[in-house]
């Protein structure tokens, strides 16, 4: 059922405790003119705030990420959001399963529940607003009559403007571990695996196909944020701006099969990546998602380029 045929999807799932939303992410980085330049140019409202950087989406207020500066790269934290009616509740939940509190990072002002995912990487949970879509995100890819030019000339074509972050993928020693914690404490659920190699989570009240992902790697670490954006055009206008801008490496234009978006990774300075992201499957709250446990050859992409050799390389581990 669509919103197309006069359906309107709940804003969440009755009677089910868990998050609604990414929040915000946090990492660090060895250089904040670097990542200012790289977000700035892969379409990103890039703010300076206190001593650090936020991303934004053009026109929104709302920060997707926040950017510290260290001696090398590494992934900080993950703040999901929570629904106020649902926040002690939730506290009781961390207390029955045994989940340890923990204050928050040294000079943030946070009332939300701190604690570490199996991995160590540090969680919020929080009351905030829902940033998670409570329907699938606009995709158009428009045509015109014979007889009018379809394309805009290169001196002219837009910027490519991501509207907000889609998702995250992490690295994890142990994926079924991950599952695990993600489902008991967060909330989350299964959308679809590839046994021990990757697995993609959705929010249980309205979200992407994934909100977080997780890929098998020695050690914890950060792989890529996803980007939405509303076209193939604007992946491929996104893409060969980058280009211009001198970053080359990364993978794309393709389709992924879990998940079904299109696709054009691009490669940061510390070896993570940024993707553009469009029309990727959406959950809506009152669906039971059929999750499956995929092949390899049916789990990453259905078309697009060969997979670079080192694409899956955990540049944070040891």
Known sequence: MTANHGYIAPSRRPGELGVHSIDHCHMVVPDLKDAQHFYESFGLDVREKNNGLSLHAHGDPHKWVSIGEGARKRFGYLSFALFEEDFAAFGKRLQDEGVARMDPPAGMDSNGYWFRDPDGNAIE??????????????????????????????????????????????????????????????????????????????????????????????APGHHHYSWDVGSVSDIGLGATYMLEQGYERGWGLGRHVLGSNFFHYVRDPWGSYSEYSADIDYVPADCDWDSGDHPPHDSLYVWGPNLPEDFIQNFEAP
């Open 125 to 218: 949970v929080k009351i905030a607003a829902k940033t998670s879509p409570n329907a699938k995100s606009i995709f158009a890819e428009p045509s015109v009559p014979g007889g009018q030019r379809g394309a805009p000339y290169r001196s002219t074509a837009s910027r490519t403007r991501p509207r907000r972050l889609s998702h995250v993928l992490l690295f994890t020693p142990d994926v079924s571990r991950a599952l695990s914690f993600y489902s008991r404490i967060l909330g989350l659920r299964l959308s679809d695996r590839s046994g021990d190699i990757i697995a993609f989570m959705h929010a249980i009240h309205g979200s992407d196909h994934h909100l977080v992902a997780f890929a098998k790697s020695n």
